[in-house]
């Protein structure tokens, strides 16, 4: 496609873009049938009834029960956690994989490993809002905060039911999500690392891909069909619905669609909230957290100790680095910035002859005026975030000192984070720094963020933290060496003493950096305290460019789904290739051809033996394309998803599974804020491999007879 | 496609595969109408007549007239020395490029530059041959040698003609090349540096690509119309032909043609060849480079100063080390040893029922142990060729020595390189030491290689170099600090004395490295001595094989070309997409929009503003692709090209130019030896965009007249 065209095309709104509530798809029933969808778009609208109902949470992302029996089909990487727990030296199930060959043989899972069935979904905005309406600010937000507890707090009094209170288009409508937690979760079936993970970090984020990136897990209850710890006596569950798996694949150009919990995305954030995104947030977080990669290098140079120390602390950097780049790179490929102010310039022109203009006007303006003051202290605030996540001691002391803060509260009315659910976290937390701590990095990487934050003009900066650090880099470096040399936060023992400790004991501490914290933390409070006043604000405003927005599109023919807050969505599309540059065309479907290419026999391009042995023979009988008589792998569509969709079921039109999702493609990293019609692609399993796997290199006859997957055994 | 059908595809000859004599393509004129050509292929058969004629040798690379006046079209890559040659501080035509709007300010080439035109290819076997009949060994080789320096000296007597003699099927036809050399070469066109080599180094053989690699010179002789050195009063030389640029441009599987002056190949090597190949030479090569890379890297660790003096010989051998992975793993991938043992069991097989099996299989086999035998010491000869290449002050000394020893001989007499004219290179050589040698790197090197060769088998060493290097890597460190700390070599003005000093001085010298390769020097011309006799063993026998293989094929219903030798090959095809992967495309022709898409700005990625202005404005009439509204930049075929293809005229079916060949893409680099249909092909310039660049962005409407093609300026 053309280049000039193809700026055309990103300019219009484009059909398959969406992440829509179940209860949004009657309404797009016209445009849902006219892509190819065969059933009826009523019976998707109750996300609690049959079919969606089979689609479950677990973890932060998605599965689907398979069977009457409570298998449940997810990502390998989803269940990875699971798999390691099972694992060991003498019985590597990571390597080797796990068939049960019956259910007496399936694995229990990590006891802190959770599927969570939705039971209900019911809007209780007015309940939301109703002590909130007239106020403004921290009240606000208090308000929604406190009737949401209240709402959640009643909802759970049922036993084995995980409640939350969400928000849908910033604060416009509110739902109360009820959900069926299940305790007992047991392994099932999952290939080896190089069939579920073939590729890793290298084929991260790549098309085309080669990774049966699946894993079959089976859900259990009591005896008494309750959910329940693991027993040996439970049995399995009876899920309200399950899908079934197609005995066709499919082709380029097919209609599929896709059920799951995607995690959040900003596309109806403002014009101004992209520009700060795309010109200021995305270079600039990455400028910093670049100088701190420079920091663990240099040290790395001659120090091993401290290079393992912070090993893993550098990978999250680099990642981080290399995820925001990819980020800030498509949204400038996409002219996400002039095509959002366009469109938002439209849609207030529109408005200003409206009647409703009145009312939302002077309120989109409002939202406008708090994002500019927000961004008013965005450097400080950047850097001050970054001091809390990227240091150890320093994070430490932050977190006692403002532990201590909020023990003087009822627990109900602490910080989320700091009530008393939350320490066996904090613990953790703490008891880590041991492994991940060099007082010289730790120091440099203070200084390369303070001498930053001492560069800001007056307004952005902290008379508290002028007072601690000093005003020059000389004053800041011999703080720091002061404190670090005195502290005995060092010591995991007495990091633990302190977690326990009164409040009191805290307040009187001579500790070194302790005592500087304490100095500090009336600064972090009051910002705190600003930034919940004005996103107390925000909650009560956005709603208006919401309405306005909802209302401009309805002009253009077009519905609006809200942004992802992992609550359960549909997107629908088709298999689709990908142009993804000038001349480079990626097919939608990979073959195990691709996986003997890729094949260096060295980790991660290191396909089991039986894997190779099945390509080499070519036993395709049922499973390869009747046509090219090549055997699928994976599949590419233009699904709409974003992180939290892992695991979940791609379905055809007439909604029989075809695929898992599993990833997206590197183009694609940007699009939770614009979706871009031409690199925004979903990555699958076909589940034509999953099957042909289970039949003929990794047999479990069984398990497609419970998912009633006919077998294809050579005669 | 699919990777077990593609084997298949890969075992079966294949219609576009060769690097046809001219003189061949009558006999191959069914094929050549069945691909698409409109032309009659008899009009082909001489290459001294139109259209052929217009082709001609620019340096080691192509080049063609495209007027009746001189005007020739060669790449950007293969002009660069002249464009070169023409820049300075106050005018640079490698950044800016170069319009001349009338011939008065064309501007004339380095002296050195040469244009040959072929006028005579003759048969010249029973001449060449005549002498040899009945001797073996070195007698053979000398005898051959002997004629062959008797018809170019005889050729050359014609003023302006450079001649030479060419063997065909490895010494089963020889003919006698007669060319006219142009020694008056100006610049009239050149895009700049990021059009002409826009990606340079990292899409150095990457398809998709969008390099403007083409420059226009025009070729002049004295007013008598003979060769002549560069003068004002000049006048531009008519070839004898020239060819027609084309209208209309082309389309995925459009037939095309080419016609150029290839290397070498190896397609016909035999199968202990190709196995020597892959299985030993590239693996031990890649091996002893990686080691020399080593220690030049570990220096560059410490000593900035030898890391600056090694910083081009450690480029060349990473993109040697690169090249010939990259040429394995080619090889492997098409399974090329398997393929060619194969064939050749099938061609002896065959041979065994036929008549001429009585004289043919005793020559074979004999060229079969004469293979084994030169393979019988391939460890030591590798090491010795990499010493006397990867050196400075052993290589000087070698070459200082050895032209003492040829010296003794009648200029006629000496070995090719030790002539009085290749002095000047030889000085140059010595001269070029200072910047490039570093004692202790040198020492390192040798140590490296030296290591090596003390470990083989008694059979392989030599007693020389036993005596002067010792046996043991303490000696042989030992002798190399000796020998360094005392040589004089490494000063430029006694290497220059030497160069010049008569062969007595350098026999009596004490200097410590002339007396020890002085001692070296007989092994190394006894190995020279056997290899020559070996050599010509293998012409004598070779020719047999070759007998059998067109035998063989012509039973098969298939010509053979012979492999590339630097002359006049023509090869057809069509225009063909590339899939290089499973599941990735690449489309056979780029656009425009790539070049925006890769622009980063920084070279080699700076398109300059007027071409990326022109984009933007879109003014692509009369160019871009009538169906896709893109603008054509470069595009891709089949054609069968290697090394000295540089610079090819693409014609379409009716014999019009439509493309400038300049590469060819990373998978083909093993086509030297196998031509996979799968991954061989080559990379040419749209003709398209160089008349579009010549109208809209530089224009120079003068030569588009000229050149007889219309222009398309808005109205």
Known sequence: MGWVMAMVLATTAHADEGMWMPSQLPSIARQLRAAGFQGNPADLADLTQAPLSAVVKVGGATGSFVSSDGLVLTNHHVAFGVIQYNSNAQRDLIQNGFVSHDRAEELPANPDFRLRVTTGFDKVTDKVLGAAKGKTGRAYYDAVDAASKALVTECEREPGMRCSVVNMFYGRDFYLVKQLELRDVRLVYAPPRAIGNYGDEVDNFVWPRHSGDFTILRAYVGPDGKPADYAKDNVPYHPPAHLQIASQGVREGDFVMLAGYPGVTYRHRTAAEFADQVQWRLPATVDVLRQLQDVIEEVGHTDRQATIRYASQLQSLKNNIKRFSGELDGLKRSDAVAIRRKDEDAMLSWLAAQPSAATLRPQIDEVAQLIAAGNATRERDLLLAVMQTQ?????????????????????????????????????????????RYDPKVEKQLLASLLTRYQKLPDAQRLPEFDAAFGRSPAELSGTLDKVYAATQLGDEAQRLHWLKAEPAELAKSNDALLMLVGKLQPALLRIEEERKAREGDLL????????????????????????????????????????????????????????????????????????????????????????????????????????????????????????????????????????????KRAIHVDLRYMRWLMDKVYPAPQLLKELGIPAHAAP
Chains 1, 2 share one sequence.
């Open 540 to 679: 009560r405003l956005r709603p208006a460019y919401m309405d306005a927005l909802i209302a401009y599109r309805e002009k253009q023919g077009r519905a609006v789904y809200p942004d992802a807050n992992s609550t359960l969505r549909v997107s629908y599309g088709k298999v689709t290739p990908l142009e993804a540059r000038d001349a480079v065309v990626y097919h939608p479907l990979t073959t195990t051809a691709g996986i003997v290419e890729k094949n260096t026999g060295v980790e991660p391009f290191d396909a089991p033996k039986p894997l190779l042995d099945a390509i080499a023979r070519g036993d395709y009988a049922g499973y390869a394309d009747a046509r090219t008589g090549a055997m699928p792998v994976d599949f590419l569509s233009n699904l709409d998803t974003t992180g939290g969709n892992s695991g979940s079921p791609v379905l055809n039109a007439k909604g029989e599974l075809v695929g898992l999702n599993f990833d997206s493609n590197w183009e694609a990293v940007s699009a939770s804020w614009m979706f871009d019609p031409r690199y």
């Open 391 to 435: 240091t150890q001691l320093m994070r430490s002391a932050l977190t006692l000192q403002r532990l201590a803060h909020e023990r003087a509260k009822p627990d109900a009315q602490r910080e989320s984070g700091y009530q008393q659910r939350d320490e066996d976290l904090t613990a953790g937390m703490l008891r880590q720094v041991q492994r």
